[in-house]
């Protein structure tokens, strides 16, 4: 079993949990993830690791309830337990392969949108545990969704908080921020979004026009998180990837993200599911129990 040792609400429906799982803490580093299940008749869900203590042995998940699931998790308490912690899963941030000489000579910028903060803090954090300098845009619709501001804050070289309706910070999206601070002279080498999938098709268009490489994380079309089920399939450049195995970081600039979308409504409707098995034959992937494609 794997202890909470921590729980705390970051905002309406977004906690935050420290779990105690010293294997998993010992070996993780960032952009990556882990796959949780509360019980026997629990589902599998895969969850970004935010933070990790390798000392104190425990991993940071955050979580939006947004099914049955995530409500029955929202309900756990610190001294309760899941059954299954299972981690590191998925590659590692390719800032972690790179010399750390070669990435202090780079301008980086990420973009985070709602919960997609929560991955890039980790990130954050290892750049400045390491000395490199980079600066954040984070935003949410309202001040109410914001969440680790105070966190990121200690780790940015330079954080832009930004909000939908304006009401904290710079009124607008992460796409505008961007856009503003080009506009003032700002020059950025790398820039790495994560958030809604909508976002970063949209901070991808931005970002090929000002021509500032791109890297995005698609976590959000993750389901079953070993390559199995095929939920995560997606077309970058012209090669069939699944985000939970290959990824879930890739070339912004060569992900599909209309098809990616389109499969990812498809996905939810078992008729839809047995449609995208038809269509895409052996690189679909089965194995789930979700999709059908093990029977």
Same mark, same amino acid.
């Given at each position: 079993?794997?202890? /909470?040792?921590?729980?705390?609400?970051?905002?309406?429906?977004?906690?935050?949990?420290?779990?105690?799982?010293?294997? %998993?803490?010992?070996?993780?580093?960032?952009?990556?993830?882990?796959?949780?299940?509360?019980?026997?008749? @629990?589902?599998?869900?895969?969850?970004?690791?935010?933070?990790?203590?390798?000392?104190?042995?425990?991993?940071?998940?955050?979580?939006?309830?947004? @099914?049955? &699931?995530?409500?029955?998790?929202?309900?756990?308490?610190?001294?309760?337990?899941?059954?299954?912690?299972?981690?590191?899963? +998925?590659?590692?941030?390719?800032?972690?392969?790179?010399?750390?000489?070669?990435?202090?000579?780079?301008? /980086?910028?990420?973009?985070?949108?709602?919960? +997609?903060?929560?991955?890039?803090?980790?990130?954050?954090?290892?750049? =400045?545990?390491?000395?490199?300098?980079?600066?954040? /845009?984070?935003?949410?619709? *309202?001040?109410?969704?914001?969440?680790?501001?105070?966190?990121?804050?200690?780790?940015?070289?330079?954080?832009? %908080?930004?909000?939908?309706? +304006?009401?904290?910070?710079? =009124?607008?999206?992460?796409?505008?921020? #961007?856009?503003?601070? %080009?506009?003032?002279?700002? &020059?950025?080498?790398?820039?790495?979004?994560?958030?809604?999938?909508?976002?970063?098709?949209?901070?991808?268009?931005?970002?090929?026009?000002?021509?500032?490489?791109?890297?995005? &994380?698609?976590?959000?079309?993750?389901?079953?998180?070993?390559?199995?089920? +095929?939920?995560?399939?997606?077309?970058?450049?012209?090669? %069939?990837?699944?985000?939970?195995?290959?990824?879930?970081?890739?070339?912004?600039? #060569?992900?599909?993200?209309?098809?990616?979308?389109?499969?990812?409504?498809?996905?939810?409707?078992?008729?839809?599911? &047995?449609?995208?098995?038809?269509?895409?034959?052996? *690189? =679909?992937?089965? @194995?789930?129990?979700?999709?059908?494609?093990?029977?």
């Amino acid at each position: 079993m794997y202890p /909470i040792v921590k729980k705390k609400i970051l905002a309406d429906k977004i906690f935050l949990m420290d779990v105690k799982a010293p294997r %998993v803490a010992k070996t993780c580093l960032p952009g990556q993830f882990v796959i949780v299940k509360m019980d026997e008749v @629990g589902e599998r869900i895969p969850l970004t690791i935010c933070d990790y203590d390798k000392e104190a042995g425990t991993v940071t998940i955050v979580v939006q309830t947004v @099914g049955a &699931s995530t409500q029955r998790m929202e309900a756990l308490e610190e001294g309760d337990a899941f059954q299954d912690f299972v981690g590191p899963l +998925g590659r590692p941030s390719e800032l972690t392969e790179t010399p750390i000489e070669e990435l202090k000579q780079k301008k /980086i910028v990420f973009i985070a949108g709602g919960v +997609g903060t929560a991955p890039v803090y980790p990130q954050v954090k290892w750049l =400045h545990e390491q000395g490199v300098p980079c600066d954040v /845009i984070m935003g949410s619709k *309202t001040k109410d969704l914001l969440i680790l501001v105070d966190e990121m804050e200690k780790v940015a070289a330079n954080l832009y %908080v930004t909000t939908d309706d +304006g009401s904290y910070g710079f =009124h607008g999206m992460g796409t505008n921020q #961007l856009e503003a601070l %080009v506009g003032e002279g700002k &020059s950025y080498d790398l820039c790495i979004a994560i958030g809604p999938m909508i976002m970063m098709k949209f901070v991808c268009l931005l970002t090929k026009k000002l021509e500032i490489p791109t890297i995005v &994380s698609m976590n959000p079309i993750m389901v079953d998180g070993t390559g199995m089920c +095929g939920a995560c399939r997606v077309t970058v450049g012209d090669k %069939v990837k699944f985000a939970c195995v290959d990824g879930p970081e890739f070339d912004g600039h #060569l992900v599909d993200f209309d098809q990616a979308m389109k499969r990812q409504q498809m996905y939810k409707t078992e008729e839809g599911r &047995s449609l995208l098995k038809l269509q895409e034959g052996d *690189t =679909h992937h089965g @194995g789930c129990g979700q999709c059908g494609g093990d029977q």
